[in-house]
């Protein structure tokens, strides 16, 4: 289970951001190259599932999302990930849930690449309120293979690692409170999914 909180800022926002003492750490640097599947009748999607490949470095995750519960930017959701073979879309092996691995498996041989994301992700691990958090400061773009639609991808998600959950919200008050002025991060409830499937339906 992922409980998350998923923010939204401004580019010219961000280099203040980064002059909060909680930042000032060095934090870890990794580009994530990902792409999202659905049928050609979006059969995924109807059932507000994601299913992505992400090369992290030179390993490749498989990963499941169900769509769970988002309010205030705040989700709650299952996901399982695991090391994959680019395209074998392994989720006999992945999914822990019988009925929804059985259900993937029927649909693996119709599911298509329908867009992408690329993006660099700079990761803090921050204890505050009781809590761990991970702090995940996401910069890229979302594209469509074999077109020109894109959009910029700007993002904080602070994901609970353990602890209470409100800790979350009380990290994200604490951040938009920098030594060069106020922060404005915006609960939101639009996945990178979301916002791919919609850029996607642009091109149909």
Request: charged share 25%; with cysteine; proline share 6%.
């Amino acid at each position: 289970m992922e409980t998350e909180l998923k923010l939204s800022l401004s580019a010219p926002e961000l280099p203040r951001l980064l002059t909060h003492p909680m930042l000032a750490t060095s934090a870890d640097t990794q580009r994530l190259l990902n792409t999202y599947f659905d049928t050609p009748d979006l059969a995924l999607q109807q059932r507000r599932i994601a299913v992505r490949e992400r090369l992290a470095g030179d390993q490749w995750l498989l990963t499941v999302k169900t769509a769970g519960h988002s309010q205030s930017g705040l989700s709650r959701r299952q996901e399982w990930e695991a090391p994959t073979t680019p395209r074998a879309l392994q989720f006999d092996t992945l999914v822990d849930d019988a009925e929804l691995a059985t259900e993937l498996l029927a649909m693996r041989p119709r599911l298509k690449a329908l867009f992408c994301t690329d993006f660099e992700r700079q990761r803090w691990v921050i204890a505050h309120a009781g809590a761990q958090i991970e702090v995940a400061l996401d910069q890229g773009r979302i594209h469509v293979p074999g077109t020109d639609l894109r959009e910029p991808l700007l993002e904080l998600e602070l994901e609970l690692l353990s602890g209470p959950e409100d800790a979350l919200m009380a990290l994200a008050d604490v951040l938009r409170q920098t030594p060069q002025g106020p922060v404005t991060l915006v609960p939101s409830d639009s996945s990178k999914a979301q916002r791919g499937m919609a850029l996607w339906s642009r091109s149909r």
